[in-house]
């Protein structure tokens, strides 16, 4: 056992970054520091149903101090190659903003392989529909909607804003939405290996559905809404050029907006760091965070 223990140890320490064996090697450390280190027990939610699969709800997040009253919500999809993961382990990434006064809405979807971008598609539209009646209820209606993602969740987030016409037909007007942040997201699903996970949420390429599951489809548009997008260049799960090809494409329309953060030899976990350390990265979506609350 000690000599396994040693042989992760060099690995954890030696393995270069940029491949997928690199970030699963990390991964355990990862999710021990996420879930076991970070404090979430005292984090309490409110679970909302949107449909009849036990995987069709949101969890609602609030903060305990109610005096900051902040004029945006924040709507933020976990990752987990849209087939991993549940809002309730990901509790860590909602305590960030909470504990600086933001209710936190977290949903939950259909997962791949056994449904597709089709399928999430309709999870994310009634979830926004429900999500009207729930501020509604609770007299809230009238804040904005920061969005917020990491890996497949900046997936997902990237279609709520980007896809318009979608808005219009749920009732919603792209000025409802403050901004988005982006961490370590497949934003152009053509700059990516043609993995199983592609395949099963996107399908074959060149096909239909995996022009709708690709966001970059969605670009350019005309838009000011401020975006915070963070990748790590040795990525071993999202290649870089994923994103970078989106922002490149985006960056044409709305420059002044747009903050592009490259993470310098940084991993796909080195762009989720945030979430268990208060390094960097945390500071900076937290101050993006502040600044466009601030704006509104």
């Given amino acids: 056992m000690g000599i396994l223990i040693l042989v992760y140890v060099l690995l954890v320490l030696f393995y270069p970054k940029g491949s997928l064996i690199q970030e699963a090697i990390y991964m355990p450390i990862y999710w021990v520091k996420t879930f076991l280190l970070t404090p979430t027990r005292t984090l309490s939610g409110t679970k909302y149903v949107y449909g009849t699969h036990k995987r069709q709800y949101f969890l609602c997040l609030e903060p305990k101090d109610k005096t900051f009253d902040r004029q945006n919500i924040i709507l933020y999809y976990h990752g987990g190659g849209w087939r991993f993961g549940r809002p ?78 979608r808005l219009k037909e749920l009732g919603y007007s792209i000025h409802q939405f403050s901004g988005i942040f982006l961490c370590g997201a497949p934003l152009d699903l053509s700059k990516m290996w043609y993995s199983s996970v592609i395949r099963d949420f996107a399908g074959k390429r060149n096909s239909s559905q995996f022009k709708a599951a690709n966001p970059v ?47 310098e030899g940084g991993s796909h976990l080195d762009a989720g760091s945030w979430v268990h350390s208060d390094n960097e990265i945390r500071k900076m979506i937290v101050n993006w965070v502040l600044e466009v609350e601030k704006s509104k």
Avoid at 113 to 137: C, G
Wanted: hydrophobic residues 35%; contains cysteine.
């Fill in 217 to 263: 489809h969605y670009l350019p548009l005309n838009h000011d809404i401020p975006t915070l997008c963070i990748h790590g260049i040795k990525d071993g799960m999202v290649e870089y050029e994923s994103t970078q090809h989106f922002i490149q494409t985006l960056q044409k329309k709305s420059p002044t907006q747009l903050e592009f953060e490259t993470i």
């Fill in 88 to 165: 309730e382990l990901f509790k860590a990434n909602a305590k960030v903003f909470t504990d600086l006064g933001f209710t936190v809405i977290m949903p939950s979807f259909r997962p791949c392989p056994k449904y597709n971008y089709y399928d999430i598609r309709e999870d994310i539209d009634q979830t926004l529909l429900r999500l009207k009646e729930v501020l509604r209820d609770k007299d809230i209606l009238h804040k904005n909607i920061i969005l917020g993602g990491m890996s497949a969740g900046g997936n997902l987030v990237a279609h709520i804003l980007y896809n318009q016409d």
